[in-house]
């Protein structure tokens, strides 16, 4: 070894291959084994979001993570096996968006008979279902996203060669790089550097080098380059048995109830307006026309809260409030069986103070006027980076300044805060690009909603990012409407 130069055999300049990748929405997997250093172009944006120069895939709302396999290359002749000797990972430009961990799996596929005597290669792209057609294509699959059934196939025939290979499962894919930290992609940051552990050569060693190698993320996200260093070498063809075992994995298939009237933005027209853009009976008391602020947020990476108190649609996803992807989310993701959303606590938040003096209460008879009654929560051009999940706590403090009311909200809700906060919208699981509306008369997901509100506080499951979050309810006073604070907010 000592005298053997390194390769990159992960780079396309020396025929590596991506054969298959769960989710490729933002950036196509294929940018992962570039051989140029990665660019960003900071006003650059495509139909599904910020154009990132690496692999990037949608914030996971699905159980499971994500991941991608490679066919390893070292130049003309990439039908061998290949010994790796280090891992670079660059997440150059992913500064909130990049996959918090990662892990790096390898194995070695062999000829069978049948392929010994017919010659070609196709031995080591053919097992893997879809493989074949995606390189014929030589497309681009930015913006697309596999099915449940086809990763649930592709991961099948993961193990089912690699029990073809060894007859044992445990043995066949080999962990080069357990489960590990990224840190985000600023100058200082970006490089991630690892050599391979001796007893992990050793076992690429005793089965005469690797042909492929799986990057997991995990949950999400995205790296800019992947640099698998090592070099060729020359062993003997062992046999590939020509029998399938196919493994299922286990799904949560628990139902989400349609809980609001969701209006996807590509049906809208200007003949066919989506809900917000038509006359409603009451005002909304959220927007920035009738005195609505954005106050705080636990996080603003991408966006801040006054963009979601606009009176227009949202123009891009600029134009909206995105929290960074939450660095803590779990390796895998799950759901709980009973409610169908994600089983995690993580989340963000923003507090909104509604004009006019907030939401009079309503007291008496059922015809009695007050309450909150119509809340649309938008998430217009957010296709892959919408929230898995959203709920709305509202408090009435007229009578408390806002640094009091953000500060309560930032806190533990332990009881002994000044601000009683209380449930005003049930969390509920969101789609892309799209306009929910709930209506108090429906009974579903309302509470409190004949309540008195100042102040809302809009909570995101675990993550993600909103256009705009639209309350509609009986002001108190009506002398606080100004429409010429909409011209101060353009």
């Given at each position: 070894?000592?005298?053997?130069?390194?390769?990159?055999?992960?780079?396309?300049?020396?025929?590596?291959?991506?054969?298959?990748?769960?989710?490729?929405?933002?950036?196509?997997?294929?940018?992962?084994?570039?051989?140029?250093?990665?660019?960003?172009?900071?006003?650059?944006?495509?139909?599904?979001?910020?154009?990132?120069?690496?692999?990037?895939?949608?914030?996971?709302?699905?159980?499971?993570?994500?991941?991608?396999?490679?066919?390893?290359?070292?130049?003309?002749?990439?039908?061998?096996?290949?010994?790796?000797?280090?891992?670079?990972?660059?997440?150059?430009?992913?500064?909130?968006?990049?996959?918090?961990?990662?892990?790096?799996?390898?194995?070695?596929?062999?000829?069978?008979?049948?392929?010994?005597?017919?010659?070609?290669?196709?031995?080591?792209?053919?097992?893997?279902?879809?493989?074949?057609?995606?390189?014929?294509?030589?497309?681009?699959?930015?913006?697309?996203?596999?099915?449940?059934?086809?990763?649930?196939?592709?991961?099948?025939?993961?193990?089912?060669?690699?029990?073809?290979?060894?007859?044992?499962?445990?043995?066949?894919?080999?962990?080069?790089?357990?489960?590990?930290?990224?840190?985000?992609?600023?100058?200082?940051?970006?490089?991630?550097?690892?050599?391979?552990?001796?007893?992990?050569?050793?076992?690429?060693?005793?089965?005469?080098?690797?042909?492929?190698?799986?990057?997991?993320?995990?949950?999400?996200?995205?790296?800019?380059?992947?640099?698998?260093?090592?070099?060729?070498?020359?062993?003997?063809?062992?046999?590939?048995?020509?029998?399938?075992?196919?493994?299922?994995?286990?799904?949560?298939?628990a139902a989400i109830a349609?809980?609001?009237?969701?209006?996807?933005?590509?049906?809208?027209?200007?003949?066919?307006?989506?809900?917000?853009?038509?006359?409603?009976?009451?005002?909304?008391?959220?927007?920035?026309?009738?005195?609505?602020?954005?106050?705080?947020?636990?996080?603003?990476?991408?966006?801040?809260?006054?963009?979601?108190?606009?009176?227009?649609?949202?123009?891009?996803?600029?134009?909206?409030?995105?929290?960074?992807?939450?660095?803590?989310?779990?390796?895998?993701?799950?759901?709980?069986?009973?409610?169908?959303?994600?089983?995690?606590?993580?989340?963000?938040?923003?507090?909104?103070?509604?004009?006019?003096?907030?939401?009079?209460?309503?007291?008496?008879?059922?015809?009695?006027?007050?309450?909150?009654?119509?809340?649309?929560?938008?998430t217009r051009h957010f296709k892959g980076?919408?929230?898995?999940?959203?709920?709305?706590?509202?408090?009435?403090?007229?009578?408390?300044?806002?640094?009091?009311?953000?500060?309560?909200?930032?806190?533990?809700?332990?009881?002994?805060?000044?601000?009683?906060?209380?449930?005003?919208?049930?969390?509920?699981?969101?789609?892309?690009?799209?306009?929910?509306?709930?209506?108090?008369?429906?009974?579903?997901?309302?509470?409190?909603?004949?309540?008195?509100?100042?102040?809302?506080?809009?909570?995101?499951?675990?993550?993600?990012?909103?256009?705009?979050?639209?309350?509609?309810?009986?002001?108190?006073?009506?002398?606080?409407?100004?429409?010429?604070?909409?011209?101060?907010?353009?």
């Amino acid at each position: 070894m000592a005298n053997t130069k390194l390769i990159n055999l992960s780079s396309s300049a020396n025929s590596a291959k991506i054969l298959f990748a769960t989710d490729e929405w933002f950036a196509s997997a294929e940018n992962i084994l570039s051989p140029y250093p990665p660019t960003f172009i900071a006003d650059l944006y495509c139909p599904e979001g910020k154009v990132m120069d690496g692999w990037e895939t949608r914030r996971k709302r699905t159980e499971g993570h994500d991941w991608c396999v490679v066919k390893l290359g070292c130049g003309d002749d990439s039908s061998g096996p290949m010994m790796i000797e280090s891992v670079e990972l660059d997440t150059a430009y992913f500064t909130g968006n990049q996959t918090p961990r990662v892990s790096i799996e390898a194995m070695k596929i062999t000829r069978n008979e049948q392929d010994c005597n017919i010659g070609n290669d196709d031995y080591l792209y053919n097992w893997m279902p879809g493989a074949i057609s995606r390189l014929a294509s030589g497309k681009s699959f930015q913006g697309t996203g596999q099915s449940t059934d086809a990763i649930r196939r592709a991961d099948a025939a993961c193990q089912a060669v690699a029990l073809n290979t060894t007859r044992q499962l445990s043995d066949a894919w080999i962990t080069i790089l357990p489960m590990v930290e990224l840190q985000p992609g600023y100058e200082e940051s970006r490089y991630h550097k690892f050599q391979l552990d001796t007893d992990v050569k050793r076992k690429l060693e005793d089965i005469g080098g690797v042909t492929h190698i799986r990057l997991n993320y995990y949950p999400d996200g995205g790296v800019a380059r992947m640099k698998i260093w090592g070099y060729p070498v020359h062993s003997s063809s062992s046999t590939l048995a020509n029998n399938s075992q196919q493994t299922s994995l286990r799904q949560n298939h628990a139902a989400i109830a349609a809980a609001s009237t969701i209006h996807p933005h590509s049906l809208t027209s200007s003949t066919t307006p989506p809900p917000s853009s038509k006359r409603y009976h009451q005002p909304e008391l959220s927007s920035v026309l009738h005195g609505g602020k954005g106050l705080a947020c636990s996080n603003k990476h991408y966006g801040v809260p006054s963009n979601l108190i606009r009176t227009t649609l949202g123009v891009d996803m600029g134009d909206g409030w995105e929290t960074a992807r939450h660095p803590h989310r779990p390796a895998v993701i799950t759901k709980d069986p009973v409610t169908g959303l994600q089983d995690t606590p993580l989340m963000d938040w923003a507090v909104l103070k509604l004009g006019m003096g907030g939401v009079v209460e309503k007291v008496g008879h059922s015809d009695s006027k007050g309450g909150v009654e119509r809340i649309i929560i938008d998430t217009r051009h957010f296709k892959g980076n919408f929230p898995e999940s959203v709920s709305i706590d509202a408090c009435c403090c007229s009578n408390l300044s806002d640094d009091v009311v953000c500060a309560s909200a930032a806190a533990d809700n332990n009881g002994s805060s000044v601000v009683e906060w209380f449930p005003l919208l049930k969390r509920t699981a969101l789609s892309a690009d799209a306009e929910h509306e709930f209506l108090r008369d429906d009974g579903k997901m309302i509470v409190n909603g004949s309540r008195g509100v100042t102040h809302v506080r809009v909570s995101t499951y675990p993550d993600g990012g909103l256009s705009r979050v639209r309350i509609y309810g009986h002001p108190l006073s009506k002398k606080d409407s100004n429409e010429e604070r909409l011209i101060s907010h353009l």
